[in-house]
């Protein structure tokens, strides 16, 4: 059940360089199918959350979910971690996003693929050791890789070099389940740096490793 959870961590786990970055709000819709059999498609919806709240400014992020287990996630660049809080443990748990924890053998750029929200989107598949990632974006939402440079962690950095944009919609198989991610609404905000730091007297340990 832990490595299941830092599967899960890790996945939710993450743009036009010309172009202004995005700063604003994504509202997501989870849709999961389990390969598990001792994991409901059910339990792990609940656990990790139906909806995502995720905002986005310069080179932080974060996402708030309504699961039982997976409270939020934030990333921090200048700590260049990304800490997971959930409901099973007081500390907030962290990964070292310096830290390589997939490798992606190929990837393939397909355009103009789905539409989302409106925007025609490419799509990226990415075939990593731990799975497959489909992610589809579009340039108006453009985020400069440069900013996540550091953050090889999940797959992100690479995946931010090819896209340079937030997705609109990602696909995410492994050997635990099927993630269907798909923003319902995107909206451009001017977001308080105070959003994107941890609450005061915060208690953090590293998370386990899978």
């Not at 059910?42 to 409270?71: F, H, P, R, W």
């Amino acid at each position: 059940m832990k490595k299941s959870l830092i599967i899960i961590l890790s996945v939710l786990y993450s743009l036009n360089i010309s172009a202004q970055n995005f700063e604003g709000k994504i509202v997501y819709v989870n849709v999961i199918k389990s390969k598990n059999p001792s994991i409901t498609d059910q339990q792990l919806i609940m656990m990790i959350g139906k909806t995502e709240e995720y905002y986005i400014k310069a080179g932080n992020y974060k996402s708030v979910n309504d699961g039982t287990l997976l409270q939020w996630q934030l990333y921090i660049n200048a700590d260049n971690k990304l800490y997971n809080k959930t409901s099973r443990s007081e500390s907030i748990l962290y990964n070292d996003c310096s830290e390589i924890n997939d490798s992606i053998y190929k990837s393939a750029l397909n355009k103009n693929v789905i539409e989302v929200l409106g925007y025609k989107c490419d799509e990226l598949v990415l075939t990593c050791a731990s799975g497959v990632q489909k992610y589809y974006f579009n340039s108006k939402f453009s985020v400069d890789p440069a900013l996540f440079a550091k953050h090889k962690f999940g797959n992100w950095y690479d995946y931010l070099l090819k896209a340079k944009a937030v997705p609109l919609k990602s696909i995410t198989q492994n050997q635990q389940f099927i993630m269907e991610t798909t923003a319902t609404s995107i909206t451009r905000l001017k977001l308080g740096n105070n959003l994107f730091q941890l609450p005061p007297n915060t208690k953090t340990e590293k998370a386990p490793a899978d």
